[in-house]
Every structure is written in C-alpha cells, then in structure tokens.
C-alpha cells in the first residue's frame, strides 16, 4: 500500500475509534457537570456535591477498597500458587491447569455468582440446608451474602487472567538464577522469597493490578451477592442511582462514574509500565531451555488434591449447580425425592416467556452482528498499528488501548448520555455500538499477533518467485490470518452473548439480552428459570470456544 | 546473465534528515559468478540487493539484468519484483508456515500456471539436488535451521531463475552448522552456472564463497577484486582492516628500490610491495599477523629484520596470538604453538615485502 493511502486509511481509523472510545468520557464528563438527561448543557457542579458529601458514600469506598484489594489478593495468590505447580513441579495432570485459565470463556461471571447463590445463600443455599440437616443446626452456617462471599466468588473469577499474566512468566524464567542462589548457600524457601518472587514482581504485581481494574468494574458480583447482603461498592450505588427507585439521576452516576474511570485508567497505565517492564525482566538465553522440575515427593498427592478442589469448584460445580436447579421445582437438597419431583417445567416456562426469548434473539443478534463488524474493524486496525509505523498509527495504538480499562457499568453511562441525544436511544443499535466499542481490544489483540506473525519476508519472497501482489494476498496473506480472524471473531462473539454491565445501562424494554433477563429473574429469585436460560448461555458460548479452538488447532497442525 | 547498475542512489528520510543507503553506485556484476557484497551492517549491501531484486525503488539510476533493463528512473521504467525472473533466499528463509515443504517449493512453479506433472518433476529433482529427497509431505515449520535453508534454496532454484539471490542466507545458524552450510551452498552452486549474488557482513563466509567480492561503506562500493586481490592487495585502509586482522601502522614513503618501494615508519625502514605512491607522501602500512615471522637465534641478515620485545603471549589453540613491542609500535603476531617463547623475551623477526601492504591512509 503506498504512503498516502495508508496514511490517510490512519486517519479515518483515528476518527472511527476514537468516536467509539473518546466520545462515551467525553459524554460522561458533560453529562456529570449537567443538570439532567433532558437538560443537558445546563451546567452545574450539583451533582459533583452531592454525590461526594453523601454519608453513605464513605461506607461504599470502604466497602470497595476492601472487595477490591481482598479479591485481586485472593487471585493473585491463587494464580501464583498454580503457576509455579504447573510450570516448576511434577504435579500430575497438568491438563487441569489449561482449562482452569480458559473456562472464564465458557462461564459468564454472573451465572458463576448466581450458582454460589444457590449453594450458599443463608435461607435456602443447598449446603446450609444439606449442613443443617445432617447436624441438625438451626441456622444456616454460612451466608455468602456478605463482604467475604463478594471477596471469594471475586477473586475466583479473576484467578484465569492473573493465572495466564503470571504462568508465562514463571515459565520463560531463567533457572539459572536460582540455581545460582541455591549455591550461594541460600534453602529452597529462601531462594524462592529471595530470588524466584522478586524477579517475578512485575508479573505478580501485573496481575494484581488487573485484578484491581476488574474487580473495580465487576457488576455480576455486587449485584447478585452483594446488594441482597446490602453490601454496596462503587458499581452498585452507581447501578441504585439509574436503574431503582423513582428518581434515576444520570448526572450524580456521571459524577460518581468519573472517579472510577479515572482510577481505572490510571492502573491502567501502570499495569502497561508493568508488563513492559516484566518482558525486560524475564530473560532466557540459548535453546533447547528446560527449566528444571522440583519434585514433589509426598506433597505431590495432597496439593494435586487442592488443584483438583478449585478445578472442581470453578468448572464442574457451577455447572451442576445451575443444571439441577433448572429441573427441581424449588431449592431442595439433592435427594431421592428430588430426582423424583424433576420436570422440565422451568424450561418450558423459559423457552415460552416472550420476553426471554427475544432476549437470546437480541443476544445471538449482537454476537453475530457485532463480533463480525468489531473484527472488520480490528483488522484493519491491527493492520496499521502493525504494519504502518508512523506517530499516527502509535495514537490509533493508544486509543484502542483505552477501551480495555473502561468500566462497562461507567462507560454505559456515558453512552446513555451519547444516545439519549440521537435517535439510536434505545434501539439494538446502540447496544451494538457500546459494545464494539468497549471490546474493541479483544478482537485487536488476535489480529494484531496474526499480522506480527506475518514477517514481511513471507511477503517478498512470495513476490519474488513471481505471484503478483493479487495472489500473495490470497495464497499468504489471508491463509495466515484466517486463525487470528477465527478466534478474533469467536471472542469477541462469546463476550456479546453474555455482556452484562453495558447492558444493564443501555437496556430498554424491546432490547432486552440475555445477561440482562437472567440478572431480572435472581432479583425476582426466580431460580428455575434463571437456570435453564443460564444453561442456554453457557451453552452458547462453549460452543463457540469449542469451535474455536478445533478451528484454531487445525490451522496450527499444517 | 550480467547484472549492471548505473547511478544508482537512495535515499531514507528520518527525522528531517536525509540519509543516503546507497550513494551513486555504479557496478556491474559480471554472469555466472558468486559475486558478494560485503560490507559493515548499515553499508547499504542488503538495500542494493532489494534494488536489485525490485523490493526497494532507488531514487536514481538504471539497473538491468542480461538485457532487460528493470529499472529507470529517467526512462521511467519499473518492473515489478514478480516480473524480473529471480529467485531470492531471505535472511529469515521466509517459508511459508502453512504449507508443506512441496508446496513451498512448487510455489513459484504453480504461480506461473506449469503444468502439475511437470511442477511435480521439477520440485521432485530440484529437493535431490539440494538432498531434500522425501520431505515432500512434511510442513515447512517442522525442519531444522539447516533444512529450512535447504527449502529456501529449492524454492529460489526451481523455476531456474536468471539470477540468485541471498540476503544473509547463514547469519541465523549456529556457528558449526554454517560452516557445514557454506561448503554445500559452495557446491550447490559451483555446479549450476548461475549468477548468484550474496550479501553478507561475515568476511570468512565472503572469501570462502565468492568469485569476486565487493566491500561497500556507507552507500558506496570502496573496492572490488578476488577474494586474494582483497585479503593480500587491498588498495584501501578500510578494506584491509575490515577483511581480516591487521596491524596498521603509519609510514611515510622514501622512494623506490630494487622493486620495492621503501618506507620510513615505527619498526624502522621497511621494503614493501611496490605501490605508486608519491615520495614523501603518508601511507598506511598494513601487516596480517599470520605474515610476522619470528627468527630464531642467530638472526641471518634478511630483508626488513626487525627487533621487539614480547609484551603478552596467549595461547589460543592453533597458535599463540603474541603482542611485540617495537619501539612505539605495538603488533598482533601470530606465532607457532611449538615456539619456546616467554613474555619479556626480546624476539627478532622479518617482514616478507610481498605482504607488507601499502595502503591509503
């Protein structure tokens, strides 16, 4: 492509990406200085005063600070933990771990927290009833609706992303250096804290820090185990603000929002510096590297039990959860009695419940729509933040970056603002753009490491043996692509079907989603149907992770 | 096919300045050789090869291969790299990761329409002759470094272009491994009277490979001859110092004597191959290491006898590398591992004039 096209293809990727991204803060910071959705332009700093002075504002940051710092700790502990069994020791079934970094693909968040619900909720969880039969107590024995439930289910949800920041890691991590410690004369646990931690920090405090960013935005959470516990963070006052009572306030969840968009972003940044700074750091020298394996001996069998427990815990039982209570007319402890009273009465509640079903057409809509239109634009994106290096493909860079950091609940404020002027308000349409916009990353990220795969050689020399540029496109170009395209596509896709915190915002009567439906039926506590509609979207997206790895498998094999 | 370039410039911009890859080179590399382009990294070699090839434009100059001309800027002519006929090995051998060995190599062949029994035969012959015989089926990615040059080559050679190129075919194999490799390609190509062009930054791989070397600088060819014209007769300073080790000393020139012409320098006067340089004038005299020949005991009353005393001795396998200290002057010497030699000891040796070269300063 010559000079002048791809620069000028630059510049109205500039323009199209910085809409969707520039244009919801800008929105956001107008809309917070405004004095309402119909009034908007009439400024005021109202809405800055009272969202700050109020004294139930200070318990919500409390509360947030402490969620928000006890769940990426959980995480972060938990992914090292496994990190270092999986790439340093000869724990057996090392399979196990794969899976454990890519079921958040497969289990939407909000379905994650509503099994625990179920299990563990203080009225009818089925293992304080299955705990208070056996030992005949009167009282539940354990209440998930609480300050440690958010901590556990949060930090269980966050344990994948910091286990893949951390895992490769751990693996490139040049043995050497501890070896060299262990000569010195330093133990294995000294060495390990002295050494192998330490020069992990970048990665470990990466993690952390992304797991600060999502917990900070987590809605599925707060919502479905901390608002009945009546423990309010920072995304379910903003939630209050718009969606309960009579007097929704835009402006003071503007106000309120900004804070949040500014702290994300700003770890958002550090998390970049970190993760630049952790490929510094890692350094192998030389092939055929191995880093040696540490022998378990008798712990082996004991902490392979622990990792078994969590895949267990994070795989097998949300699943089964959600299964059985979509077949039992209530909650019941599993029993003979149970089996016998099954039916398939929720599911045909579900699936003859208008209101659902035009919510898994809006979703698969969205999936379908969205994803293909959001990796169009990723590629060529990707393209020009790839391929053409100048200073404005490095802006198109940081923009699309930004979009990873925003908070969808925030963010879909400051869309709602955007659209309330314009005729897209509660169309299909502006879900879509909301949501192209705020995953734009997630499909750039595949294109990009498609097209960096892509070395220019492979293009030259297809050149040189005398294919025009027409059938180097064809039998070179796109043939490699075809895989980043694929998984591009199926991420982006899996993430529509179950997107949430956008869509409790942007959501109107006639636009329903599936997230958003299921979210209704727990705040009703219908468990039954909130099951069987759970079990279709869990469906639905491992469908599209299967696909997508079988597609991405046999495009790596030849 | 004879490959010539005339005028040849470009020129990158970065910054607001102008750099010149290549600056006014003329050159013309004559058919059926191994012709190389050697030169520093930054020299401007690996640009001329892709003006060659049709992957960068110069901004001046005519290039033509045999009788084609590929490239002029007056006459406005620019053919493009699929329509010049050449097969090219990159640095990085550039398979194609999703293909089988059989069809990278069979690539150029189907893109120019070859019938299939004839692409078949031809990749068939053309994976024996570089000893690639039954890999056919195996994807590319799948093969050793050395193997995946030897694809590289295949799918250069199969449509028997007019001319070859290499980009630095060796510099990602392991030391042993490109030495194996240099030998084959040596043979490979001694045996196909072809014009084969290489580039590379490697000196031993550029007098082991090549009929005629050019040593480029900062855009510019310096000088061109054999590989023995470059190593023993080198006319510029920087060509003899970059080719191999060498001790460069200043001198300034007497006159001529007997055949040889005479200099004044640090080691004392001192008879070199005969150069036509003016009296007076200031040269560089350059010594390999390898031409310092101690003398033992009595010392015979040779030519360009000289004392110094030896400041370290490293014994590094074939030979000791000896520091002497001559006045001033302090050389590289490369002596006999058997010598009885210490550090300290006073050695006396002689210069052979046929390899004290005078150069440009």
């Known amino acids: 492509m010559d000079h002048t096209r791809s620069s000028k293809l630059t510049w109205l990727l500039i323009a199209i990406v910085g809409a969707l991204t520039v244009c919801p ?203 009945p516990g009546r423990v309010q963070v920072l995304a379910t006052h903003l939630y209050e603000m718009i969606a309960t009572g009579f007097a929704t306030d835009y402006g003071k969840a503007a106000a309120l929002g900004m804070s949040v968009l500014v702290a994300s972003v700003t770890l958002i940044v550090v998390y970049r510096a970190l993760t630049a700074e952790s490929e510094k750091y890692v350094t192998i020298a030389g092939r055929g590297f191995r880093p040696t394996v540490i022998e378990l001996g ?131 349409w502006a879900l879509l753009l909301g949501y192209i916009a705020t995953y734009l990353p997630y499909g750039i990220r595949p294109m990009s490491s498609a097209f960096i795969q892509i070395h220019s050689h492979l293009e030259e020399s297809s050149l040189v043996c005398g294919a025009s540029p027409l059938t180097t496109m064809r039998r070179i170009i796109v043939p490699l692509l075809v895989p980043g395209i694929v998984s591009g596509w199926i991420l982006m896709a899996s993430m529509f079907v179950r997107e949430l915190t956008l869509s409790v915002v942007l959501s109107r009567p006639g636009t329903e989603v599936l997230a958003v439906q299921i979210l209704r039926f727990s705040e009703d506590g219908l468990w039954g149907r909130l099951s069987a509609l759970g079990i279709v979207m869990i469906g639905i997206s491992t469908a599209l992770v299967v696909t997508a790895t079988l597609i991405g498998n046999r495009f790596r094999t030849v | 096919m004879d490959i010539r370039i005339r005028g040849v410039s470009k020129y990158y911009y970065s910054e607001g300045k102008t750099i010149k890859a290549l600056d006014d080179v003329n050159l013309t590399i004559p058919a059926n050789q191994i012709f190389t382009l ?132 060796l510099s990602n194999l392991d030391a042993k491994l490109r030495e194996e490799t240099r030998k084959e390609l040596r043979a490979f190509l001694g045996k196909l009277q072809i014009t084969a062009v290489y580039v590379t930054h490697d000196r031993v791989e550029a007098l082991a490979l090549s009929d005629s070397i050019a040593v480029m600088r900062s855009g510019q060819i310096i000088e061109i001859g054999t590989p023995k014209k470059i190593y023993f007769d080198a006319d510029h300073r920087f060509v003899a110092d970059f080719i191999g080790r060498a001790n460069l000393v200043k001198a300034r020139v007497r006159g001529v004597e007997g055949g040889y012409t005479m200099v004044d320098c640090g080691l004392g006067v001192i008879a070199c191959q005969q150069r036509d340089v003016a009296v007076g004038s200031e040269a560089t005299l350059c010594i390999r290491p390898e031409f310092i020949r101690i003398v033992g005991g009595e010392a015979p009353a040779a030519k360009n006898l000289v004392n110094g005393r030896i400041e370290s001795l490293v014994f590094v396998g074939e030979a000791y590398e000896a520091e002497i200290r001559v006045g001033d002057e302090q050389l590289l010497a490369k002596i006999d591992p058997d010598a009885k030699l210490d550090e300290g000891d006073a050695v006396s040796f002689t210069l052979d004039p046929a390899h004290c070269l005078l150069v440009a300063v």
């Not at chain 1, 895949?311 to 039982?317: D, G």
């Not at chain 2, 002519?77 to 050449?86: A, M, N």
């Not at chain 2, 090219?88 to 062949?109: C, E, G, K, R, S």
């Not at chain 2, 029994?117 to 024996?128: H, N, P």
């Open chain 1, 298 to 428: 008798k712990a082996r069998m004991p902490l392979f039990f622990v990792v078994g427990v969590l895949s267990f815990v994070l795989i097998v039982l949300p699943v089964a959860v959600l299964l059985y209570t979509s077949f039992v007319p209530y909650s019941m402890v599993p029993s003979a009695r149970a089996f016998s009273m099954m039916s398939l009465k929720h599911w045909h509640d579900v699936l003859s419940d208008p209101i659902s079903l035009l919510s898994l057409k809006n979703s698969l809509f969205l999936a379908v729509v969205g994803a293909t239109l959001g990796v169009i634009l990723s590629i060529f994106v990707a393209y020009v933040i790839v391929k053409v290096k100048t200073r404005a493909s490095g802006v198109l860079d940081s923009l699309s970056y930004l979009s990873f950091s925003f908070p969808g609940i925030v963010i879909g404020v400051g869309f709602m603002w955007f659209f309330v002027q314009t005729p897209l308000y509660a169309t299909i």
């Open chain 1, 25 to 227: 803060v800008l929105m956001l910071v107008l809309g917070s200085f405004s004095e309402g959705l119909t009034a908007f332009g009439d400024f005021t700093t109202d809405k800055y005063v009272e969202v700050y002075t109020d004294p139930a504002f200070f318990e919500v940051m409390l509360n947030t600070t402490i969620f928000v710092l006890g769940s990426s700790t959980l995480s972060t502990v938990l992914a090292v933990f496994l990190a270092y069994l999986n790439t340093r020791t000869d724990i057996p079934f090392k399979f196990l771990f794969k899976i454990i970094s890519i079921i958040p693909m497969m289990i939407p968040h909000l379905l994650f927290s509503v099994s625990w619900a179920l299990l563990l909720n203080p009225s009818n969880g089925l293992i304080n009833l299955g705990l208070m039969e056996a030992f005949s107590l009167d009282n539940a024995p354990f209440n998930i609706y609480s300050m440690w439930g958010m901590i556990l289910i949060e930090g269980l949800l966050d344990l994948p992303i910091a286990y893949l920041i951390i895992a490769p890691a751990m693996a490139s991590f040049d043995v050497a250096l501890e070896e060299s410690s262990r000569v010195s004369g330093a133990s294995s646990w000294r060495t390990l804290f002295r050494i192998t931690l330490p020069v992990l920090r970048p990665a470990i405090l990466a993690a952390f820090i992304l797991g600060v960013v999502r917990s900070l935005a987590s809605f599925a959470v707060p919502s479905v185990i901390g608002m």
């Open chain 2, 38 to 169: 050697l030169g520093p990294s930054g020299c401007g070699k690996t640009t001329l090869l892709r003006c060659i090839v049709g992957l960068e434009m110069p901004d001046t100059g005519e290039i033509s291969i045999g009788d084609d001309v590929v490239w002029s800027k007056d006459r406005n002519i620019s053919v493009p790299p699929e329509k010049r006929g050449l097969g090219m090995v990159f640095q990085t051998y550039a398979i194609w990761p999703h293909m089988t060995v059989f069809d990278n190599v069979a690539y150029p062949l189907q893109v120019r329409g070859a019938a299939k029994d004839r692409i078949r035969e031809s990749v068939a012959k053309t994976l024996r002759f570089v000893q690639l015989e039954g890999f056919e089926g195996r994807p590319a990615t799948k093969l050793s470094g050395g193997q995946q040059q030897r694809v590289a080559l295949a799918r250069a050679l199969v449509a028997e272009p007019r001319v070859i190129l290499f980009d630095e075919p």
